[in-house]
C-alpha cells in the first residue's frame, strides 16, 4: 500500500465514488450505471464524530462499506493514519484495517453468528487479532468488553436468539471492540429497536466514546439520533454531499432546501411521509435536487459546486450563492 503523508487527519475522505454496473433485464439487455456515491470528501480526527444522514438510496451505507473494505471504490481514495487504502487489498492489508475500523451493522441478529454464544464471538475475534495473547488474558479482556456493554455472564452463555434486540446490538458492539479498533462506523446501529432501547444504546455509545477515546462514523436517516452522537453533519442525496457542517449548525440554520425538508420530516404523529422513487441514473445533469426543491430556478440546469458558507459550513446549491436562500421555516 502507498504510504501518503502524516501529517494529515486520522481519516481522510477524498471524493470517494462508487458506481454499479447494472444489467437491463428489458429492452434488448445491455448494462446501465448508477451512482450510489459521487464525490464526497470529508475528514475525521481522533476522538472525532461525524453523522452521515439521508433518506434511503443517498448513499449512505454504500460509503459506510468502502470505509471498512466490503466495496471497492471506482474513484477518489481513503486514506487511513496517513496510508492510502488500496480499492482491492491483500488478506494482510484487510486484517490491518480491521484492527483500526470495524463496523456496527443495522441488524444484529443477522450480523451475529447463530451458533456461537456471545463470549466465543468475543474470544474468536482476539484470537484473529491477538493470536498471541494466553488464555487467561483473552478470558479477562473478554470481561473486560462484557462489562463496558453492560452484559452479564448470563447474556455472555446465550446465544443470538435467546437475546433481546438490545442485548444483541450491546453483543455486537462488544464484539466490534474486540478488535481494539480506534473508529466505530455505526451503519443505522439504533434504528431497528424501539425508542427506549435506542436511548441507552446512544448513551452506552457516548460513554464508550468518551472512555476509550473512539472516534464514530454514525450512518443514520434520523437526525435526532445523530444530534446525540456526532460533532459533524454531512447531509447525502442521490449520493452526493448537499450541506456539511456543526450538527449544532445544520440542525439549527440548514442553507440546503433538502436538508430543511430532512428536518420538516421528522415523523409526528399522524403524519404521511411522501416519497420519492429512486433514481440515480448516470446520465442527469444539473442541480438533483430541482425537480423537488420549491425554490428551483433557471441556474438550476446547472450542477452546483459545494459553496463555502463560512470556515466549517458549506452547501450545493445556487440559492446561496444568489443571496435567496430560504431558512428551515420558511422566512
Not at 456496527?104 to 491477538?130: G, K, N
Not at 438533483?288 to 459553496?307: G, H, T
Amino acid at each position: 500500500m502507498p504510504s501518503g503523508s502524516t501529517g494529515g487527519p486520522f481519516l481522510a475522505v477524498e471524493r470517494l465514488a462508487k458506481t454499479f454496473r447494472l444489467r437491463r433485464m428489458l429492452f434488448g439487455g445491455g448494462q446501465t450505471e448508477v451512482h450510489a456515491v459521487r464525490d464526497v470528501s470529508f475528514a475525521l480526527e481522533p476522538g472525532a464524530s461525524i453523522g452521515i444522514v439521508g433518506e434511503s438510496g443517498s448513499g449512505k451505507t454504500t460509503i459506510a462499506r468502502m470505509l471498512v473494505g466490503l466495496e471497492a471504490p471506482t474513484g477518489g481514495k481513503i486514506v487511513l493514519e496517513g496510508e492510502e487504502l488500496r480499492p482491492r487489498p491483500t488478506r494482510a492489508e484487510r486484517l490491518r484495517r480491521s484492527r483500526v475500523v470495524q463496523i456496527v451493522f443495522q441488524d444484529p441478529y443477522t450480523s451475529l453468528d447463530p451458533r456461537q454464544s456471545v463470549r466465543r464471538a468475543l474470544e474468536e475475534i482476539q484470537r484473529v487479532h491477538f493470536d498471541g495473547r494466553a488464555k487467561a488474558e483473552r478470558d479477562a479482556r473478554t470481561g473486560e468488553l462484557l462489562d463496558a456493554v453492560g452484559l452479564g455472564e448470563k447474556e455472555a452463555r446465550a446465544l443470538p436468539r435467546e437475546l433481546s434486540g438490545g442485548q444483541r446490538q450491546r453483543a455486537a458492539i462488544a464484539r466490534a471492540l474486540s478488535a481494539e479498533p480506534r473508529i466505530l462506523v455505526l451503519d443505522e446501529a439504533v434504528s431497528a429497536l424501539d425508542v427506549s432501547i435506542q436511548a441507552q444504546i446512544l448513551n452506552l455509545l457516548a460513554d464508550l466514546r468518551h472512555e476509550l477515546g473512539l472516534a464514530y462514523v454514525l450512518i443514520s436517516h434520523d437526525l435526532a439520533v445523530v444530534r446525540q452522537v456526532a460533532d459533524e453533519v454531512l447531509v447525502m442525496y442521490r449520493g452526493r454531499a448537499v450541506e456539511t457542517g456543526p450538527v449544532e449548525t445544520i440542525l439549527h440554520s440548514p442553507r440546503h432546501p433538502y436538508t430543511q425538508k430532512l428536518l420538516e420530516s421528522v415523523p409526528r404523529p399522524g403524519m404521511r411521509l411522501a416519497r420519492e422513487p429512486a433514481s440515480l441514473a448516470a446520465d442527469e445533469e444539473g442541480c438533483l435536487f430541482r425537480n423537488r426543491c420549491p425554490y428551483a430556478f433557471e441556474r438550476c440546469l446547472e450542477e452546483p459546486e459545494l459553496l463555502e458558507l463560512d470556515a466549517a459550513h458549506a452547501a450545493r446549491c445556487w440559492l446561496v450563492s444568489n443571496g435567496k436562500e430560504r431558512s428551515a421555516n420558511g422566512r
